[in-house]
């Protein structure tokens, strides 16, 4: 298995190219916490992370093989747009409390990084408790499928956030405002990661495989967010593709619950085992059909970035 190949030194390694990178932003955010982000800007560092993401699967592939490949890439595909629909509320919270746009950058990779933090470990958990409880599948599957239909009813553009006991009580306190949000967008990230951790835990089994797709998922939404923030009226059916993925994913969990159990058929009819090729092909037809969807949609004007 891939998951015993992953040695102590491969977790270092990857903890210090981690580390090194997020030095790097953290030292680019601060150098840069008083002016605004260029549109140039937001759109450099958005596609440096898309490609980090795509190259590190790449080469997993070549290491491990196509199927481990394949894995990673249903996985990161998949976190990649459940992270993009975490923005909506991201703006709102930054805008109730009143950040400024200089300072929205170092807040957003603080709080990022605090609930990467988080998920990670409720990731690992829910690994090893899925592992142990085979009727966690029929759990997580049920509230993925729950997720689908309530993302159905509901547009994208209507989420609010109100905040959360936690953040109350440091507000009471006496926390400022910029702390305030770090720990709001984090805390909120878990809360919203319902969908996340589930639909991560259907996709792969692999710790090593979970934390890397949602690092690289995660890591690049800092400067997506300005590019979000900016096309927010053009994004109008993202819930609608999202929907579709969780309602399959959670179909997939049920599926495999119910042969891990032995049951290979209902009423003669056998289950199917839907293949990561098969996963991926679906992920990517209902974003793409959702994007184009949302692109024809008359868009409505939005905050510009500042240009270079």
Same mark, same amino acid.
């Given at each position: ?127 090893? /408790? ?5 009727? %966690?599948? =029929? +759990?997580?599957?049920?509230? $993925?499928?729950?997720? &689908? #239909? ?66 690289? /998922? ?5 400067? %997506?967010? =300005? +590019?979000?923030?900016?096309? $927010?009226?053009?994004? &109008? #059916? ?71």
């Amino acid at each position: 298995m891939f998951e015993q190949q992953v040695t102590g030194a491969v977790w270092a390694v990857t903890a210090g190219l981690a580390l090194l990178v997020i030095g790097a932003d953290l030292l680019w955010a601060l150098l840069r916490r008083n002016r605004q982000t260029t549109m140039r800007e937001s759109l450099g560092w958005t596609a440096f992370y898309i490609g980090a993401a795509i190259a590190f699967g790449l080469f997993m592939g070549h290491w491990r093989g196509i199927s481990v490949g394949e894995e990673y890439f249903a996985t990161w595909v998949t976190q990649y747009p459940l992270s993009i629909d975490n923005l909506f509320v991201f703006i709102i919270i930054l805008s109730k409390l009143r950040i400024s746009r200089e300072r929205q950058q170092l807040a957003l990779l603080i709080g990022i990084l605090f609930a990467l933090f988080l998920r990670v470990i409720f990731l690992f958990v829910a690994i090893e /408790a899925i592992a142990r409880f085979v009727w %966690l599948f =029929f +759990l997580f599957g049920a509230l $993925l499928i729950y997720t &689908a #239909y309530q993302l159905v009813r509901e547009d994208a553009g209507d989420d609010e956030w109100q905040e959360n006991r936690l953040v109350s009580w440091l507000r009471e306190k006496g926390l400022r405002p910029f702390a305030l949000a770090c720990v709001a967008l984090g805390v909120t990230d878990l809360l919203f990661a319902l969908d996340s951790i589930p639909a991560t835990v259907a996709l792969t089994s692999d710790k090593y495989i979970a934390f890397m797709a949602n690092a690289f /998922a995660m890591m690049g939404l800092r400067q %997506l967010y =300005f +590019l979000v923030e900016m096309a $927010l009226s053009r994004l &109008a #059916y993202l819930s609608k593709g999202l929907s579709v993925i969780l309602a399959y994913i959670g179909c997939k969990l049920i599926l495999q619950a119910l042969i891990g159990v032995g049951v290979k058929d209902v009423a003669g009819f056998v289950l199917p085992e839907p293949s990561l090729v098969f996963s991926m092909g679906v992920i990517f037809s209902a974003l793409a059909v959702t994007t184009v969807m949302s692109l024809r949609k008359a868009p409505e004007k939005g905050p510009e970035l500042p240009e270079l």
